[in-house]
Every structure is written in C-alpha cells, then in structure tokens.
C-alpha cells in the first residue's frame, strides 16, 4: 500500500484498508481487506493481536467518541484517496464491550432527546393555543360584530408556527391593532370576495385588490358596530 508507514495520527494504533490483493506475511492468508503494516511488513488483524476488535465505521461522532474513550485498545482504520492523495479516516476498531457500552449510552441519550422534544412540542402547542385565543379575543374586541367562529378561524389560520403570517412577525405576536386589522381584511379578501379567482383569471393582485376594496371596506365596516341582537 502506498505510503503505508506515513499515516500519522494522535493514536498509537493505524489499520489501513487496502483494495489490492495483499495476504499477511505472517500467515500467508488474503487477500487481506483491513491490515497493520509492522516494520513495512502487512499483517493481518489476528497476527497484530487486533483480531479481537471489532469494526466501527465512522458517521456518529459521539458514538465514536464514547467507543474510543471506553476502548483500552483501539486503532483508527485509514484508506488512501488516489485523486487526492491522501489518506481518509474511515472508521475505528474497537473492543467490543466499549461499543456496547457506547451503543446504550447514546440510546439513553436519543430517548432523553426525544422525551424533551415531545415536552418542548407539548409546551409549544399549548402556547399556540393560548395565543390563537388571545388573537380572536383581539379580533371581537376591535371587530365586534365578527362572528365569534369566522374570529377564531381568521385567529388560527394568521398565527400557525413558521407560517410568516401576520399573527408570527412581531407586531402580531405582540397583538398590534394595525397587524391584527390586515389579518381580518386579508381573511374577508380570501373568503367573501372573488379576489383569488381574479387572480387566478390574470388580474394583477393590485388592481384585485383595488376592485374590490369598496366590498371588503363594507364588510369590515359592519363588523365594527354590534349588531343590535348581539348588543341585546
């Protein structure tokens, strides 16, 4: 193997993984997948007293750390790159129960992240809900004859999480009249107008809107008064 003996690394220990037809020179046995170069000479695992080990490819590097750590032997497995002419770690050979023992670590690890995802979700959803609400109670306040369901539909449809709309920038979350205001219009613009066949027609969204602000103006205009059953 090409520069076999030149690899340096922080481990006193080097396995190279060669793709050429090379047997161990102690035993004769081959072609040879993983080996140690001792003096120049190829060896087999076994024969370098490494056969006990077992093979970690790389990938988790904190399943890698904890195997290294809890490894009395191990030996980081190299291959050389042709193109670019050097080698690349590979992976690590390690003894077997430090592997185990790295395995139910990060299993332990995996169920506490999963069990403070599911907590941080659970936290998450009930402070959507509590903001949604807090939303629609702003939308009556400032639009008292909106129906109370048209309110929450407008309420959770502006504040879902990563959406972008109105209800998540910063005006909306701190429950602003004027963010609260283009959340109803653009809601009464989607659902009690034609503008989306409009534009689906090719109109131009300002001209849409333009033709049709007359209609919504009416519309968020009524809901600003009580209406004298609700009053009653």
Known sequence: MRGGGRYHTCMSLV?????????????????????????????????ADLGHLVYLPRGD??????????SSLSAVVVRFHKRRRRYERLGLFVEDDALAGAERACLADSEARARR?????????????RFTAAFAA???????????DRAVAIATHASVRGSGRVGRTAAGRALDETAVSV??????????????????????????????????????????????????
């Not at 590097?61 to 809890?70: G, I, Q, S, W």
């Not at 995802?117 to 809900?129: I, S």
């Not at 400032?142 to 109370?148: T, W, Y």
């Open 15 to 47: 396995v190279f993984e060669s793709v050429k037809q090379i047997h161990c020179a102690e035993c004769r046995r081959g072609p040879l997948r993983h080996l140690v170069r001792e003096a120049g000479v190829p060896r087999c695992l076994d024969c």
């Open 61 to 70: 590097a904190a399943l890698t750390r904890r195997a290294r750590e809890a």
């Open 117 to 129: 995802r599911e907590r941080d979700r659970l936290r998450r959803a009930a402070e959507d809900v």
């Open 138 to 148: 702003e939308i009556v306040r400032l639009f008292p004859g909106c129906p109370a």
């Open 183 to 232: 959340a109803v219009r653009a809601a009464v613009r989607h659902t009690d107008t034609e503008y989306d066949a409009l534009l689906m027609a090719g109109v131009p969204r300002f001209t849409a809107r333009a033709r049709l602000a007359p209609r919504i103006d009416a519309i968020l205009d009524g809901w600003r008064t009580v209406s004298r059953d609700r009053a009653s």
